[in-house]
């Protein structure tokens, strides 16, 4: 009788783990499939009459708020800054794991550098692009993002390089490749699983990303963190909540189901990444 | 060979140290220098050096200290928060994970969400007309608190913080339970060890380190807040929920004193080295041990 009882309040437990930490996004998304009478007229849970407008209306307002246009800046910026990040650290990774280049300091300021609030360097960043012109571009962005993420990426390449059998490396090197054809054709075929768990990694943190968007874009290149706020304000009076919402689901979309297909990726990154760190 | 290696290595090395030196080194010395000089967006390019007073006057500031305490306390009781509820989830659901990995999954999808929109979310949420919250509350208990006024805008934002990266404490220190070998625990309750001290003499040990880091993590992170702080509330009334990443944004976007912005984002830089030293120390004696 115990047993079974245990494992009830297990799943009583776990139900109501998902239901409250989950919470912000479901009742956003109860709220996005209201009309605008039903949200002023009816604050709970329970939708009674379901309805796209919302998503719809979004759509209308692509004149002055398209958010199609920060969708695609956060595609291309945190796609483009998570390969940046995977094409710099992964050589970086393999000289440390295999010859040592570096470890004593390389190694050390990424993991501490974790650590460090980045808003430091955000003000001369920001001066520094407004120098060179890349203020509010999707380059500018990308660039933070790749830096974001170059800490953890060198991390987990680190280690999982160190955790490879080097008798295949040296087969290889014995029938004469080189350490530039060995990095290519050797050492990241057999590296794809980290590669691949990284780069969604990089990918979430790049688009999750806010203070730097904030500060270095305007409006050609602001990503959709910073630019969903913007239809809060987008009625000039009081805040359309439904669209807002709807906003908001769609600006969480993407990270979402990417968590919820490769949660086994990310989750084994999460720790590797924290514990190796 | 041996100097073919090193040439290599440092090839290898290259791109990576360009960027960094590019994206921190280069921006570390602006910060230093602009942090002794009197400089605006004027005379952004020549900067005239006068000195160490922007540090006297963020060290006068009280708003600086008020920042200061505000992000010092909000990542202490967020980071012990997270750390003990993780830890409780973490073992009271083991079994279920055990047999169902993907449900952790559910839990872990908190942590997706851009901290950033979690803030607007919760503009909606808490709103006394709109939000789900207040209606609840009200049909409930017939009232409900002013969530981002200032006598209780710090507990919602600990709530928020916890309730958004608590999935994270729970992921590090489930996988740190799941490592423990079933022996270990086996050769225990074999003593006669069983339940609470089976719990605090072999799991809890076993996993110091594993709480050690997700602490140390969640605090750091906890501790430079500002996204979901910067959309839900600003810098709140008065100033009170002012952090010190929101000090410095608005030091240098809001008043425009680059000097005091860039100074008290090196006194930041300061105080990490000093608590990364105490850990690096700390650990590092740990191991030798």
Not at chain 2, 123 to 137: D, K, N, S, T
């Amino acid at each position: 009788m115990r047993r079974p009882a245990i494992q009830a309040l297990r799943w009583l437990v776990f139900g109501l783990a998902v239901l409250i930490l989950n919470f912000p996004v479901i009742a956003t998304l109860v709220t996005s499939l209201k009309s605008e009478a039903e949200i002023s007229s009816n604050a709970s849970l329970v939708i009674e009459n379901p309805t796209l407008d919302n998503y719809a209306a979004i759509f209308g307002m692509a004149d002055r708020f398209d958010i199609l246009h920060f969708l695609m800046n956060s595609l291309v910026a945190s796609t483009l800054g998570s390969a940046l990040a995977i094409a710099l650290a992964f050589p970086a990774a393999y000289a440390m794991a295999r010859f040592g280049t570096g470890r004593r300091w390389l190694l050390p300021l990424a993991v501490n550098l974790r650590a460090v609030p980045l808003i430091i360097f955000a003000i001369p960043i920001y001066l520094m692009y407004q120098q060179v012109g890349l203020l509010d571009t999707r380059l500018g962005l990308s660039l933070i993002f790749c830096l974001i993420n170059v800490p953890l990426v060198l991390v987990l390449f680190t280690s999982a390089i160190a955790e490879l059998p080097i008798e295949i490396e040296e087969a290889a090197r014995v029938d004469g490749a080189g350490t530039f054809r060995l990095i290519l054709h050797v050492v990241l075929p057999m590296s794809l699983n980290v590669v691949a768990a990284s780069s969604v990694l990089a990918f979430i943190y790049s688009w999750n990303e806010f203070l730097f968007g904030l500060m270095l874009t305007t409006s050609r290149a602001t990503p959709i963190s910073v630019g969903a706020s913007f239809f809060f304000a987008a009625s000039g009076g009081g805040v359309r909540w439904g669209v807002a919402a709807a906003v908001m689901i769609l600006a969480t979309l993407p990270p979402l189901l990417l968590g919820l297909v490769m949660y086994r990726q990310i989750g084994r990154s999460m720790t590797a990444g924290a514990v190796k760190g | 060979m041996e100097r073919q290696t090193i040439f290599e290595g440092r090839v290898l090395l290259a791109p990576l140290t360009a960027f960094l030196i590019a994206l921190l080194g280069f921006p570390l010395v602006v910060d230093l220098v602009y942090s002794v000089s009197r400089v605006g967006f004027e005379n952004i390019r020549a900067p005239e050096i006068t000195g160490l007073g922007n540090y006297a006057k963020a060290l006068a500031d009280p708003e600086f200290w008020g920042a200061a305490w505000f992000s010092l306390r909000f990542g202490l009781i967020v980071a012990s928060i997270q750390v003990v509820v993780g830890l409780i989830l973490a073992i009271f659901l083991a079994p279920l994970f055990a047999a169902r990995p993907w449900l952790i999954a559910l839990l872990m999808l908190p942590m997706m969400v851009a901290p950033a929109l979690v803030g607007l979310m919760y503009r909606l949420i808490l709103h006394e007309f709109v939000g789900a919250v207040p209606y609840y509350l009200l049909e409930w208990y017939g009232d409900f608190p002013a969530f981002l006024g200032r006598q209780w805008v710090f507990t919602t934002l600990v709530v928020i913080e916890t309730l958004q990266w608590t999935p994270f404490a729970l992921l590090i220190l489930h996988s740190a339970y799941a490592a423990i070998s079933p022996d270990v625990r086996e050769a225990a309750s074999l003593d006669g060890a069983t339940g609470l001290r089976l719990f605090l003499n072999v799991d809890l040990p076993l996993m110091l380190p594993a709480i050690g880091i997700t602490a140390f993590i969640r605090f750091i992170d906890s501790f430079r807040v500002f996204d979901n702080l910067y959309t839900l509330v600003g810098s709140g009334a008065g100033g009170s929920t002012t952090s010190m990443s929101i000090y410095i944004y608005q030091a240098f976007f809001k008043v425009g004193d680059i000097g005091l912005a860039v100074a008290a984002s090196m006194l930041l830089l300061a105080a990490s080295f000093v608590v990364l030293w105490i850990i690096n120390h700390f650990t590092a004696r740990k191991v030798a041990t």
